[in-house]
């Protein structure tokens, strides 16, 4: 069994998930320290699930666990950025690479230590590293085995600090065998003195102050007509040799692209990998003053031939500016592009980014002094420009835009033409010929204190983070000092002192350059660059050192402010681009319409609420606009006569679309929508689009229907027939005619309030027909004969209906004969059969008398019996008299023939017969019969045609199509009900009879259960296609139609042909409670939303989320905020905001963590705490339908 290593003992390996620091989240896994060394043994590097912390580079190494002996293979590792002092508190950027033959990729780990304990703060910079314990190692397999980080030194002097690291260049195959392992250790102390790092030989003087790229490179010219380039070592990288002296300070653009003058009247761009040109740009004399580098890529330089320069990064010239006198000083770039800098005749140049001249100062004239400006200028955030001059004044002036103005001067004793810097609290520096180093009041133009240091000619001093200033001077006899002076003015050392640390070989007019780990450069007339280790970096100030920053651009920083929105096209925002170091940005957000402003954030952080907003930059910085989808109130209502679903009266987003519907009521038609924002104002059904606080209003109109009001015979009723609304009480009255009263009303409806009052009441809801119904009066028939004779009537009866024909036969008795009769109403009087019309009570008596001696009686009769409505001519007539009958017959009686005797002609109704014997003649009468004709209108038929006799009842019948309903009969007889299919007609005339059909209407009526509507009902006609659809309410959802005359459904929105009456009810179901309601959420674009701390996902309607790293998961948010989480994956998970921010998910069904690596190069995977195993995560694993119950 392999020993168990103690935690001292851990050693590095790959793909590392981080410690934890959230156990008291929920119950604490289970961690046996050194256990990943005893399981995996040998695989430890190449496969180990956690580095160990251990041993790399002390008294042991990794070799314990990986075969081999450290430091044996064809790689090395290294370390860079540390500087030999350490300042208490200082953070340094720092790099380790690890080189050699490796399989799998390259690990490392490294702690920084003061005696047996760790000493400082690490901090991961690059991916793929971590911090643990106070160690710094790799977390996943490096392909390229370098990794940045940061090391900030402990706040007080701990002593000497020494690093140890350890790298690994992995083997072949699964196991350790064939690793390789490189160590080192590296000391510093804290800053007492400075300390010589390094110093490199040039073949000339050096005039040229030194540039340090990012990389580390210093760049000087020498007298040796050669730019050189060394590496962070001192070692030589490689050099460029132009046509004369380099005392041009070189410049280093953003790229990289170092640019220098020279002594041969040129400017050269030069490739920093090789030192290859270029290009160059020729001036008409020699270029000693550095260029500029502006923010744009733009050169700006001057020259010894009166011209100043603007070129661009292809050496093209863009313009030239007219000086007038040689120019020496290296210009200075403005925030606001303005170009600095001076003459050699002591005027002072400010030039507008195109080339115009912006204004021009003129320093004074002093006697038995040369006025040229040298001194390269120093500019602060005020817009205060700083320079010295040969006439031995320290100036300030401000730029007013059209002019500058003096804030003050003061006067040394010597010239002044080394360039000022600045310090952290409001103080300038300069030093003079007369020997002295000044702290100005850059406010008042006051000492603040000076102090003698020795001759200074050209060289700039510098100015650390902790405000000590340092500065080169040559105090005589060969003796060149290299001076620190503390923020008071009081001197911290210099290297000519007390056992100094080394010595400089000669003058320096070189300006100093201090990079930001303490190192401070400047080149010498011993022909030599300095490195002096002095612990600090340079200052945070306005303008700490020559030409500001370490590449010598001379131009505040160029810092890229960039904006974007989020959501996407949720707004704009003015105010990105490039602006320098201290410039004030204002960024302004105009919100899309719907949205509103939130506020701006960077890097998940919210910077401000103001809009707009404004800040100095400071870095490069990527800003978001946020904006909020804003809300609006929006209302919906029904005037009077239907319905709308208020449950959509409700905010609702920006955008939204928002089906509404209107229901009328029964006898309403739906008449108009007013509102803005609705699709079509004229449908029922339609769509709101909200785009502020809105509201729906849902008019409706009565529907008219028509009221046809008829009479039956035997009176009449009011002009009530007419178009009436929906819901209409219309007055109707039956009037009877003299004889007749009223019976009773018929209707094709069911609205007649009162159906046997005369005078009543309809309500209109619907087409309706109506009929007032009269019956005849009875009245009494008083009918006697007188003597002689006897009497009878047909009908029988004594009481008859007004209007009636009774008919009235008289038969007189053996010797007597018909004489007539008396009363009112006859037809005919004189007839022995006769009509009486009913009028009124009627008393009617028959004469009769003896027949003479010598006279034949002429008797009349009808066959058949009461077939004649009058026989006229009977009676007692002398012999051979010449008498006129005639016969009538009652309706449906045709005449036919008299029998019984000889008349004059016997087919004829009025004839003569010569009366010469007692006769008895007949009129014969034959019944007729009555063509009925039955027809149908358009949707339906009719049965009942034929051939009837009068008086005949006949039935007829009416039958519908499909779709269709009857409506009423008409024609030229009296039918029993109007309004009946199958009703009946009395047959007394040929007729035409015809039934009217319509098309049949259907009510749909719709019902809601649970929180939704339903849009659709109302009235239709037969085989209309209706639209149901059903709309669920925020937080519902629709699950199924149901209902008479309809198959159940599922979908939302259903078509239908009408063939009946409908009855139908959309039912919803309240929905599960949605992620992005219960956490703080934004929705970025059709149901993604994102969230500060669990990022993106999908909602879906029934509750379950797609999450952008997770795939499909089912939430249930917690009281407290945090998450429990179906997932087809990994089952119950538990998520909070803390532990999700660092990867850290609880797994229900392992009761312990998982880490998530969802940026690996292999794909997402998980690490189990409870395996100490990694496996791929897939997201988009199917979601199985068990799962879906969840």
């Known amino acids: 069994m392999r020993e168990v290593l103690p935690k001292t003992h851990f050693c590095p390996s790959f793909d590392n998930p981080p410690r934890f620091r959230f156990m008291h989240l929920m119950p604490a896994p289970r961690i046996i320290p050194g256990l990943v060394c005893l399981v995996l043994g040998g695989a430890l590097w190449g496969n180990s699930s956690g580095p160990p912390d251990g041993q790399h580079g002390e008294a042991q190494n ?29 953070t340094y950027n720092l790099s380790i690479a690890v080189s050699g033959t490796q399989d799998r990729g390259y690990g490392f780990q490294l702690i920084a230590k003061a005696g047996s304990s760790a000493s400082g703060t690490l901090g991961a910079v690059s991916a793929g590293m971590s911090i643990s314990n106070g160690y710094a190692e790799q977390s996943t397999p490096s392909s390229t085995g370098t990794w940045d980080f940061q090391w900030t030194a402990p706040s007080t002097d701990e002593g000497p600090v020494t690093f140890y690291a350890s790298g690994l260049a992995t083997g072949g195959g699964t196991g350790t065998g064939g690793d390789q392992v490189y160590t080192l250790s590296q000391s510093l102390v804290a800053p007492t003195d400075p300390v010589l790092e390094w110093n ?19 760049y000087v010219g020498s007298n040796d007509n050669k730019l050189h380039a060394f590496n962070p070592d001192g070692t030589t990288k490689w050099t460029f040799t132009a046509g004369n002296w380099i005392d041009s300070t070189p410049a280093i653009a953003a790229d990289g692209t170092v640019y220098v003058g020279s002594w041969d009247n040129k400017v ?43 070129l661009n990064s292809s050496g093209a010239k863009l313009w030239e500016y007219f000086a007038g006198q040689p120019i020496s000083s290296s210009a200075a770039i403005g925030r606001d592009g303005t170009v600095y800098f001076g003459d050699e005749n002591g005027t002072f140049h400010a030039v507008n980014p195109d080339g115009t001249e912006k204004w021009t100062y003129l320093v004074d004239d002093v006697a038995d002094t040369n ?58 520096f300069f030093v003079s010929r007369d020997g002295y180093l000044r702290s100005i009041d850059t406010i008042t133009g006051i000492a603040n204190w000076e102090t003698l240091i020795g001759d200074v000619f050209y060289s700039s001093p510098a100015v650390d983070s902790s405000g000590r200033v340092y500065v080169v001077a040559y105090t005589g006899g060969g003796s060149n000092h290299l001076f620190a002076f503390d923020s008071n003015g009081t001197k911290a050392w210099d290297t000519n002192g007390t056992n100094p640390p080394f010595t400089i070989g000669g003058l320096v007019d070189s300006s100093l350059a201090l990079d930001s780990n303490g190192t401070l450069y400047f080149g010498s007339y011993d022909n030599k660059l300095y490195a002096v280790g002095v612990g600090t970096g340079i200052a945070d100030s306005d303008w700490p050192q020559f030409q500001r920053d370490t590449a010598r651009t001379g131009a505040w920083p160029s810092l890229n402010v960039t904006t974007d929105a989020f959501p996407t096209a949720s707004g704009s925002s003015t105010g990105a681009g490039q602006y320098n ?42 800003v978001t606009a946020n904006f909020t989808l804003q809300s609006y109130a929006f209302t919906i209502s029904a005037n009077s006569g239907g319905t709308v679903p208020t449950g959509l009266s409700q905010s609702y987003s920006h955008g939204s679309v928002v089906a509404i519907s209107a229901t009328p009521s029964t006898g309403y038609a739906f008449s108009s929508w007013s509102g803005a924002g609705i699709t079509d104002l004229n449908a029922k059904d339609t769509n709101v689009t909200i785009t502020g606080i809105q509201s729906a209003v849902a008019s409706f109109v009565p529907i008219n229907y028509v009221l046809t009001a008829t009479a039956g ?16 009480n219309v007055s109707i009255v039956a009037t009877p005619d003299s004889g007749y009263a009223f019976a009773s009303w018929t209707q094709s409806g069911s609205g007649i309030s009162s159906p046997s009052s005369a005078s009543t009441t309809v309500r209109i809801d619907g087409n309706q027909s109506v009929q007032a119904n009269f019956s005849p009066l009875s009245y009494d028939l008083n009918l006697t004969a007188g003597a002689g004779g006897t009497v009878s009537n047909a009908p029988a009866g004594t009481s008859h209906s007004f209007g009636s024909q009774v008919t009235l036969v008289a038969t007189p008795d053996s010797g007597y004969y018909f004489t007539g009769w008396t009363g009112s109403g006859l037809a005919d009087s004189n007839a022995s059969t006769t009509t009486l019309t009913i009028s009124g009570d009627h008393s009617v008596q028959a004469g009769f008398a003896q027949i003479p001696v010598g006279s034949f009686v002429l008797q009349l009769a009808a066959n058949p019996g009461n077939s004649a409505s009058g026989l006229s001519g009977g009676g007692a007539y002398p012999a051979n008299q010449v008498v006129q009958i005639s016969a009538t017959p009652i309706a449906g009686y045709v005449f036919q023939n008299w029998t019984g005797g000889t008349v004059a002609d016997a087919n004829a109704s009025t004839t003569t017969v010569t009366v010469s014997q007692d006769l008895n003649l007949t009129a014969n009468f034959q019944g007729v019969s009555h063509l009925l004709t039955v027809s149908a209108g358009a949707g339906g038929s009719a049965t009942g045609s034929g051939s009837f006799a009068h008086g005949a009842t006949a039935q007829i019948s009416a039958s519908p199509a499909s779709g269709y309903s009857f409506v009423k009969w008409d024609g030229n007889l009296t039918f029993a009900n109007p309004f009946a299919a199958t009703t009946s007609v009395t047959v007394t005339q040929d007729a035409n009879l015809s039934a009217t059909f319509a098309v049949s209407s259907y009510v749909v009526t719709t019902n809601v259960s649970g929180q939704g509507f339903a849009s659709g009902a109302g009235t239709y006609q037969h085989g209309s296609q209706v639209t149901l659809t059903a709309s669920a309410l925020t937080g519902n959802a629709f699950s199924g139609w149901s209902g008479s005359g309809i198959s159940e459904s599922n979908a939302s929105s259903i078509t239908l042909t009408l063939t009946q009456d409908l009855n139908v009810t959309a039912t919803f179901v309240q929905l599960p409670n949605k992620l992005n309601d219960s956490i703080s959420a934004t929705e970025a674009i059709a149901s993604w939303y994102v969230s500060n701390w669990l990022g993106y996902f999908y909602q879906a309607d029934n509750g379950w989320c797609y999450h952008f790293n997770l795939g499909w998961i089912y939430p249930q948010p917690q009281s407290d905020g945090s998450l429990w989480i179906w997932s087809p994956q990994l089952e119950w998970i538990w998520l909070e905001q803390g532990t999700f921010s660092n990867a850290f998910i609880w797994s229900g069904d392992d009761n312990n963590w998982l880490y998530f690596d ?14 100490g195993a990694w496996s791929a995560f897939d997201r988009d694993k199917a979601i199985d339908p068990l799962d879906s119950v969840f």
């Open 268 to 310: 050269y761009a030069l490739n920093p990998s090789d030192g290859s040109k270029l290009w160059d740009f020729n001036t008409s004399s020699s270029v000693i003053a550095g260029p500029a580098v502006g923010s744009d890529g733009r050169i700006y330089v001057g020259s010894k031939d009166y011209f100043f320069y603007a």
């Open 1158 to 1171: 969802f940026s690996s190069a292999t794909g997402p995977r998980i690490y189990k705490y409870l395996t």
């Open 62 to 90: 990794c070799t314990s666990c990986h075969s081999g002996t450290a430091n044996s293979g064809d790689g090395a590792i290294s370390l860079t950025g540390l500087p030999s002092r350490y300042v208490p508190g200082q």
């Open 713 to 728: 015979s035997g009176g009449s009723v009011n002009s009530a027939s007419g178009a009436y609304p929906y819901d209409t």
């Open 200 to 218: 490199a030989s040039t073949g000339g003087v050096v005039y040229s102050s030194p540039a340090v790229a990012t990389d580390g490179t210093v």
């Open 371 to 428: 006025k040229s400006i040298l001194s390269s200028p120093s500019l602060d955030l005020s817009g205060n420009v700083y320079f010295g001059s040969g006439n031995g004044y320290c100036y300030s002036i401000a730029d007013n835009e059209t002019n500058a103005s003096l804030n003050w001067k003061l006067q040394t004793g010597d010239r002044v033409d080394a360039s000022p810097v600045l310090g952290l609290s409001n103080e300038a």
């Open 581 to 622: 170091q201290g410039a004030t940005v204002t960024l302004q957000a105009t919100p899309a319409t719907g949205y509103a402003f939130a506020n701006w954030s960077s890097g998940g952080s919210v910077l401000s609420s103001a809009n707009p907003y404004e800040f100095n930059a400071s870095s490069d910085l990527s």
